[in-house]
């Protein structure tokens, strides 16, 4: 008997689907982004400034992906509401989320200021639960959905340098999945994480101009590499399909084998 090779094709087919993917803009939103966009999805994808969002949508478009940049400053919980009501007076559900939202002061942990945690903390955190929930609220009930949440390896190791607001941010968001998945089952919605090790984006981009802080780095990478936004964008792609349908709960590492040394 023949087996119906169809059935595993469409297990990746994204068509007539609808994203929202926050910090859509940046060096691993946008690479996310077009990677929904080539299977199919219809994707929103934000910045804070609406002519950056724009300009990654056009250029998802230019290469005949269906993308739509808009404005988001997630830093204001009211923002965000509002944002989410008028995102949903277009659209009835959005069926994927990928929250790409992500910042980090660094300072040494005895001189670390009360306004750069909360900042973090805010940003990191607080916005990657109040965008779950709101895109929730609208999946209930709707035949549930995809939450997906750019962590890093940072979550679970530290590293010798003033990261302490960023590492606790992300060990927060790995156990905030966790919860959100436990909780949010019953209604059909998945939620994960990927956490990947440095990626080439302009945040970072300093750090990886440094040859006395790169070569360490890649050397104790068993594939020799940092992170690239693709590689990020490929499993992107993987948990938002059908494909993924029982995976939740998990924080899945992209890290050339990093953690696996640990």
């Known amino acids: 008997m023949a087996i119906d090779l169809s059935a595993y094709r469409s297990m990746f087919d994204l068509k007539g689907t609808t994203a929202l993917v926050a910090g859509g803009a ?51 919980l009211e923002d965000i509401r509002r944002f989410s009501e008028a995102l949903h007076r277009e659209v009835s559900k959005i069926d994927v989320l990928v929250n790409c939202v992500g910042t980090h002061i660094e300072a040494p942990a005895e001189e670390y200021s009360e306004e750069a945690w909360d900042h973090i903390l805010s940003v990191n955190l607080k916005t990657a639960f109040f965008l779950s929930q709101e895109i929730a609220k609208r999946q209930i009930g709707a035949g549930g959905g995809k939450h997906i949440h750019i962590t890093s390896v940072r979550g679970a190791l530290g590293i010798s340098r003033g990261y ?13 999945i966790k919860q959100l998945a436990t909780e949010w089952a019953k209604y059909g919605i998945t939620v994960n994480g990927i956490a990947p090790t440095f990626t080439k984006t302009s945040l970072v981009a300093r750090y990886l101009d440094d040859p006395s802080f790169y070569k360490p780095l890649v050397a104790r990478i068993p594939l020799g ?25 998990q924080i899945l590492y992209v890290d050339g084998g990093l953690t696996a040394t640990q």
């Open 26 to 76: 940046g060096g691993i939103g946008t690479a996310v982004s077009a990677g929904l966009a080539a299977l199919g999805c219809r994707v929103f994808l934000t910045a804070r400034h609406e002519q950056k969002a724009n300009e990654a949508a056009q250029a998802i478009r230019d290469g005949g992906g269906d993308a739509i940049g808009l404005a988001l400053d997630v830093e204001r």
């Open 164 to 176: 302490i607001s960023y590492c606790v941010s992300r060990g927060g968001m790995n156990m905030m």
């Open 225 to 249: 590499r940092v992170c690239e936004p693709n590689d990020i964008a490929g499993l992107a792609m993987y948990l938002a399909s059908h494909a993924s349908d029982f995976i939740t709960g």
